[in-house]
């Protein structure tokens, strides 16, 4: 595991895009909205959060690209470089969830939408129960859309550009399937109800099923993927 | 001495090309391999299946007498500099440094810091700012302090002037008289290294078509010129690796036996004899090598 912590050690070399990059367009979108809030009547919901978010997915799709073949050049087992990456995304995800959570309810209880209904961190549905429940469900959708970006660019590390078609080829053809026999059924409404009636936590742990899945479809394609 | 690199039956075959074949051949400790071939020989994808960056088709690699695969053991102690060696752009050429240090046991911080001073790199500057030389330069700093037991240089000058690299020359010989390792230098600049390698490996399409001690090989390898009657009665019974006619006058490149005194034969009918370079015998070889592919022998 010690040459796990040095590829951790190695991505920290990067924390500009890993941490403080997110923050910096998180913070700049919450003082526009701050902004707009203080000279506005109206209550705001905003999503700016998501950017973080999608920050996230973003760093899943290159971090290979930009850090692989490097690693594995510099002698480094694929092993090592999996765990030491799952290392700096669980630190990462764990950082930004507190860092969420600690705003969620600064905003929610302590200064009543930052005095001028600004609804920012605490969103309804999502921000729903007590904080470690909001914190279990920022730090799974962190963690999920990671591990989305990181497997699909694990399989175009591992079978090139054709390996990526046939999986978009699969994927649609997948899904449009799936949605046409939901469609022919009329199992929309039936599906969105029993979606909605479960809470944000609740659907957190199903998301967390997926992510299991997308990391162990990671691990098996970079065992293999040349540099 | 014992071997510290074991390659038996290796093949790597793609769709439509196949870059080894059936190569096999054990490398000793402590000394200095030049591995030689032209472009698309199969150097480099030899070197990655040494280094478990790429996996051979069928075949057998053993470094360290253990499978390099995902085995830190053996992969610690390669160090592996390669012209198209990828870095994250956002790296200094300190953050690689400091990444090799991580890996690689025997890394000398004393040697890395001598080397930056006469490669002159910025160690803050970005690598993505860097010049084609001075990315060379990083790779020879990082193959050279690492100080790893088998280390491996393809191609690593690539862009450095002359001056540059009589200093990679003589700070690798001078390293290693002091703490000698097994290092495999594969370049296209063959006349340059020739005096430091030990041993040399030539390949050809794939296949090994040469391996022998260089100093032994050096003093087999000569060309004769003279009328082509006298030199077609000098050729037979010897090998010929290529022929090259000019008007009535030939010159034939030929490997000689140990034994044999062939200056004397070749002078003794008149012939011009004339010692070859390493990188003349290469090419001659290898283009015979391909003419006979060409001609379906």
Not at chain 1, 184 to 203: G, M, P
Not at chain 2, 209 to 233: H, N, P
Request: charge should be neutral.
């Amino acid at each position: 595991m010690n040459h796990a912590w040095n590829v951790t050690r190695m991505h920290l070399r990067y924390n500009s895009i890993w941490l403080y990059m997110p923050l910096i367009v998180l913070f700049s979108s919450f003082f526009i909205n701050l902004i707009i809030a203080v000279l506005s009547d109206v209550p705001i919901y905003t999503g700016g959060v998501a950017s973080v978010y999608l920050f996230m997915l973003i760093t899943g799709l290159l971090t290979l690209r930009n850090t692989f073949s490097f690693a594995i050049g510099f002698s480094f087992r694929r092993k090592d470089y999996f765990f030491g990456t799952f290392l700096m995304v669980a630190f990462v995800s764990f950082s930004t969830t507190v860092l969420l959570a600690l705003l969620s309810y600064v905003e929610n209880n302590l200064t009543n939408a930052w005095g001028n209904e600004l609804y920012f961190f605490h969103l309804p549905y999502l921000n729903d129960g007590n904080v470690v429940i909001q914190a279990c469900v920022i730090f799974s959708l962190m963690f999920h859309l990671y591990y989305l970006g990181f497997s699909i660019s694990s399989v175009h590390r591992r079978f090139g550009r054709y390996g990526m078609m046939i999986l978009l080829i699969v994927s649609l053809v997948a899904g449009s399937l799936i949605s046409a026999i939901i469609t022919y059924f009329h199992w929309w409404q039936i599906i969105f109800t029993k979606v909605i009636a479960y809470s944000a936590f609740q659907l957190s742990w199903g998301i967390g099923l997926l992510t299991i899945f997308f990391i162990l479809v990671s691990y098996f394609m970079l065992r293999r993927a040349t540099s | 001495m014992g071997q510290i690199l074991e390659i038996n039956g290796l093949t790597k075959a793609y769709k439509d090309v196949t870059s080894i074949y059936q190569m096999s051949f054990t490398l000793k400790e402590n000394k200095i391999y030049g591995l030689l071939g032209r472009n698309g020989a199969g150097k480099t994808t030899l070197m990655h299946m040494i280094t478990a960056q790429l996996f051979p088709t069928c075949g057998d690699v053993k470094v360290f007498g253990e499978e390099p695969y995902e085995n830190t053991r053996v992969l610690q102690q390669i160090c592996f500099i390669k012209e198209s060696q990828a870095y994250p752009e956002y790296f200094q050429i300190s953050d690689v440094f400091a990444t090799a240090k991580s890996i690689y046991p025997n890394w000398n911080d004393g040697l890395a810091n001598q080397l930056t001073q006469d490669f002159q790199l910025p160690l803050n500057r970005r690598i993505k700012e860097l010049s084609r030389g001075m990315l060379s330069s990083v790779g020879i700093v990082v193959g050279l302090a690492s100080r790893a037991p088998l280390t491996i240089f393809d191609e690593p000058y690539l862009g450095l002037d002359a001056v540059a690299r009589g200093i990679f020359y003589d700070r690798l010989i001078e390293d290693y008289a002091e703490y000698p390792r097994t290092v495999i230098l594969s370049t296209h600049l063959i006349d340059e290294v020739s005096q430091l390698l030990e041993h040399v490996l030539i390949i050809e399409r794939g296949e090994l078509l040469f391996y022998e001690d260089a100093e032994s090989l050096r003093s087999r390898i000569y060309s004769v010129s003279g009328s082509s009657e006298v030199v077609e009665t000098y050729m037979k019974g010897k090998e010929v690796i290529h022929v090259e006619k000019i008007g009535s006058l030939v010159t034939v490149t030929l490997l000689g036996k140990k034994e044999e005194n062939n200056k004397k034969q070749a002078e003794s009918l008149g012939l011009e004899y004339v010692p070859i370079s390493l990188q003349k015998f290469v090419v001659d070889l290898t283009t015979k090598s391909r003419e006979k592919v060409v001609k379906g022998q």
